[in-house]
């Protein structure tokens, strides 16, 4: 039987980490690496008898990178402390790993906001993968690389990620400081035309395209904010090459 680690990275989750530590209790091991909360987002992990590993936060990938230093099982799966694993899915991850047919998988996450799932934003993200077989790389929207084949788990990760307008809203702001920093570093020019056309790019991908219009008024108001989130990118590189941060 092939054995599964399961690796939270947290900042402040003790609303959210304990719904996440139930939902993978079937797990050989859980590691949690924390960037020195200041709740009880440790305590609670140490309460459950995780593994915790404090760590001053960088950037994504070095946060994840280094908990899988710590990970002793054939498998991993990393998992944000707003999400969870369904028995439904449980069942098909341990099926998964037994039958040793890819080296990792893609999870799909149904994004929960204004009290419902919307099944038209949603993300297919690599989660489940073979230890030795996969790294970290990217600051901001990280990269898990995996060498050799990659398939795709059917049952959904549920995902409590928006907990809010003004956290929803602020989030996009951080990001998009971080996103911001990485593209002048590596030499990205940016215009007024980025300014106006991508973030109204991005609200017609994620509401027509995509098909957001079925969710809702939800599916409205995220690809709004999504859409805001882009114009706050370009909005930051100007202000960063101006010195006006």
Same mark, same amino acid.
């Given at each position: 039987m092939q054995t599964l680690s399961v690796i939270i990275p947290t900042y402040n989750e003790a609303q959210y980490l304990e719904g996440a530590l139930y939902s993978v209790k079937f797990a050989d091991e859980i590691i949690v690496?924390?960037?020195?909360?200041?709740?009880?987002?440790?305590?609670?992990?140490?309460?459950?008898?995780?593994?915790?590993?404090?760590?001053?936060?960088?950037?994504?990938?070095?946060?994840?990178?280094h908990a899988l230093q710590y990970a002793s099982s054939d498998w991993v799966l990393f998992l944000d402390a707003d999400e969870r694993i369904t028995y439904a899915l449980q069942k098909e991850i341990l099926k998964a790993i037994n039958s040793n047919i890819h080296t990792g998988y893609k999870l799909n996450f149904p994004h929960f906001y204004m009290n419902r799932f919307l099944y038209y934003h949603d993300n297919n993200v690599t989660r489940l993968v073979k230890r030795n077989k996969s790294h970290f790389e990217g600051s901001v929207h990280e990269k898990l690389i995996v060498e050799g084949s990659v398939g795709a788990l059917k049952n959904k990760v549920l995902h409590y990620t928006y907990k809010g307008l003004k956290?929803?809203?602020?989030? /996009?702001?951080? @990001?998009?400081? %971080?996103?911001?920093?990485?593209?002048?570093?590596?030499?990205?020019?940016?215009?007024?035309?980025?300014?106006?056309? /991508?973030?109204? @790019?991005?609200? %017609?991908?994620?509401?027509?395209?995509?098909?957001?219009?079925l969710d809702g008024i939800p599916g409205l108001a995220v690809a709004a904010i999504n859409s805001y989130g882009v114009f706050s990118r370009y909005a930051k590189m100007i202000l960063l090459k101006k010195r006006l941060k």
């Open positions: 690496v924390d960037s020195m909360s200041s709740d009880t987002t440790a305590k609670i992990a140490t309460d459950h008898g995780c593994q915790v590993l404090s760590r001053k936060f960088d950037n994504f990938s070095n946060q994840k990178n956290h929803y809203i602020s989030k /996009k702001d951080s @990001y998009a400081w %971080f996103q911001a920093e990485r593209l002048l570093t590596k030499g990205k020019g940016m215009n007024y035309f980025h300014l106006a056309f /991508k973030p109204a @790019y991005r609200f %017609f991908h994620e509401y027509i395209i995509r098909r957001g219009f």
